[in-house]
């Protein structure tokens, strides 16, 4: 039998290589990192109090009609709602103060910007061609229009408008198995199917790009983080992997490769920085996963690299952050929405300094009596799970939580 040639064998190995799975039997520990914490905790109820807003907006609503959200929400925040009974014969209702309204304002002059309309199109283009078919059920792409920046109306105010990118289509869901409404781009665009790290490699000229070369990913690692050396060592070799872009379809490597893993952290890695807040709840980040085909990799790869990507534990929820994009606990780019966002939040702020028992009129004397609006409607004092007045225990109940790499029990 002749040997193969040296060059062959050079050409060969380091390929078969990259199909390799060498980040086995390995823990990593999960540390609080304070900063991103408050990063997320500073917007507890805020996209709660921005789906409330637009659907009250320059007309009060019954009370009745926004049961779904209790009283006590309603009264947290005077600077932002006001409560009112319209005369004895209706119902309590509820509408945006003029702050409010003005903040509103500004906002949908954010949103109607050209500018700002082409962003949005173009990144919501850009999370459709993550997904191999360039589709996504609607229900999918409305759990990320908040954190894309879409309008709460966005098919209507701003799809419809671009039908060179979009379509509405109906499709069979291979999750559901159900018939639904799909979000499609109509044609592959290639001058976005240029990630955010091959963008800084070649300094914004994508004339410069070259596939396949090796890019390292940003990494800040907390304190209390303390990999072990086998991990350490695993990581500056994972680092010189080539770099595969999010946009290339790369299921032809075997899934339990770290290859593969450098694939599915360039596409997580990606998602999370075409939100405006570079952050999302992880139960998004797992749905669309299933979408785009890589079932529980992304809960995979955002244990392995804690220096990447941050989980956190707060507002009742569990969040991953994009840690690049912070500076403690500041964005380092600040979306003009996040700019409206930090105001509403602010406005949010100044309810709790003046925060007093809100109490309503009945009108059914001459005698004004107060009424307690606790206790207008037994339906409404049920306390939601999602505005709590008291802040709220972290969801694994731990900082010294441990995870484990789920490959080195499945092999």
Known sequence: MIPPSPSLSATILPHRLHHLRTFIDARVKWARDPFLDTAVSKEKNLKQLISLKNQILSSSLPLSTLSSSPVKFFQKYPSFFRIFQPCPSLPLHIKLTSQALTLHKEESAIHSSPCHRNDAVKRLAKVLMLANARRLPLHVVDKFKYDLGLPHNYVTALLADYPEYFQVCEIKDHVTNKETL?????????????????????????????????????????????????????????QQLPYVSPYEDAFHLAPRSDLAEKWAVAVLHELLWLLVSKKTERDNVFCLGDYLGFGDRFKKVSVHHPGIFYVSNKIRTQTVVLREAYRKDFLVQKHALMGMRYRYVHLMNKSKDRRKPVCALAFGSTRKRKVNLSTVKEKTTKEDDNCGSEEEKDSNGSSESEFEDVDSQEQ
């Open 182 to 238: 799909a979000l499609e781009l109509v044609s592959w665009r290639k001058e976005l199917a240029v990630s955010e790290m091959e963008r800084k490699v070649c300094n914004g000229d994508i004339s410069n790009l070259r596939r396949g070369r090796c890019i390292e990913f940003p990494m800040n690692f907390p304190r209390g983080v303390d990999l072990e050396k086998k991990v350490k060592n695993w990581v500056e070799k994972w």
